[in-house]
Every structure is written in C-alpha cells, then in structure tokens.
C-alpha cells in the first residue's frame, strides 16, 4: 500500500473539507440536472434506441430511434451526443460519488499548502471516465439504431421486446456477478481507496480520479444499458437509476439493496421480453 507522504489520515466525518467545495458540488450537480431536464423536455427524438416508441403504429414491440442516431455517422453528431452525455452523468453520478469527493479533499486539506492540489483535478479525471464511455455509447446507439432501422415493422414488433428484455435481465445477473462486487466495494470504502491509490500531485490526482471512475463504471454500467435501451433521456428511468445508485453506493445497507435491484431487473426483464408487459417509463 503506497504511503501518504505528509498527509494525517482523515476521519470520516470529513470535518476538514471546505464549504466552497460542498456548495461548489452542489451547485454543479443541480446545474447539470437542470440542463439534463431542459434537454429531456425539448428534445423532440429520445437519444438512444427506445423500445415502444412507435407504440401508436406499431404496438409494443415498436422501435423508436435516437435523434442522434438518425442523424448518421458525423463528428459534430458524436459531439452533440457525447456532451449531454457527460452533463447527464455529472447529475447522476456525482451525489453517489460525493463521499469519495470528500475523502479526497479531507486528505489534501491536511496536507502542507504548497503539495496539496484542488479536489476538481480528481473530480475532472472521473467526469473524463463517463466522458470516454459516452463515445462508446455513441458508436453503439449508432450500430443498434442502423440495425432496427434495417428490419421491417413486423420484425421489430418481434424483436425489440426480447432485446430490451434481455439487456434488463442481463443488467439484473450483473448485480451478482463477482466483478461488480470488486468494484462496488471500491466505491464504497473511500477511505480504503485514497490508501491504496493515493498519488502525489497534480497528474496524481488526475490518475486517482480516473481510477475512481473507472471503479465506477465497472459497478454500474449495466445499469445505463438500460438507460440506453429504454431511451437516454428518459427522465423517469434517470431518476429511478440516480436513486438505485446512490443507495449501493452510499447507504449502509446497500449490498442487500443492489441483490434486491438485481432480483427486480431480472424479474421485469423476463416479462418484457416475454410480452407480457411494455417497458415502463420508456423515453
């Protein structure tokens, strides 16, 4: 385990973290859950592929695609899309991440003025990991939207229900895979992290800040599958997974909350993809 040089332990009440910093968070946060709901409201095609969005023409099983993916392949496209992408996971991702945030800033608050470095190089290292995953959802979201729009009507009244079915039970299985729970306890335990991974400096809290997010990402990027199934910016499916991640990550009794999520997306994955019941709160 890597020592930290010059630096006391911090409790973890945190009493050593600047208010600036926690009004700073909070004004971020509700900045990009405002810009992410203004973009939801006026959007007139959901981002991503969204199951039963042609639900008047074609019943359930229609397929509505993203606004950007109808758009084609082009880098301004990629751009628009990866930007409020980035904002809509600052929303949804910082209040979960915002223990670790102040562990971090508790630890470099102890530290002598002249080596300790500002928290926002570690919160702009994390940002930049959901960054990166948003070209990756951008080339997916592309793919999957030019294979929907291959198929015929009827062949998407039969195929979209499964899919969608599928990626819900798989994001359900994945809440008990081993890999998820190496992550999440990463995500859960602050203060073990900033032991184990701490780096001097500026790069050094830059590379801390995309392990983090990395950790983050491996916890919780079954989740957004779904998010991205149903419709990215689907308001109620946001809020719903902004909730389910904060209590993982955040409340004491999350390990058994995330096998009771699992137990849930397995059970409304099977439905959907069976038929018997549309997709709720689709985009």
Known sequence: MPALRGVVWPMARWEH???????????LTGAAWLLTIYQAVNMSIPMGIAVSGGMAAEGMGGMAMGGIAATGWSFESAVIFVAVWTV???AMMLPAAASMIFMFASAQARREREVAVST???????ILIWAGAGIVVYVLVQIGSELATSLAPAQRIQWAPLALGTTVAAAGLYQFAPIKRVCLRHCRSPFAFIAQH???GRLGALVMG?????YCFGCCWALFAVL??????????MLLLTLVVFVEKMLPQGRRAGAAIGIALIALGIVVASGAVAMPWLA
């Open 17 to 27: 973290v600047p208010l600036s910093l926690l009004i700073s968070l909070v004004v």
């Open 88 to 90: 809509m996971m600052a």
């Open 120 to 126: 926002w190089i570690f919160v702009a290292g994390y």
């Open 198 to 200: 701490w780096r001097d």
């Open 210 to 214: 995309l392990k983090h997010g990395a």
């Open 228 to 237: 991205v199934a149903t419709g990215i910016m689907s308001l109620a499916w």
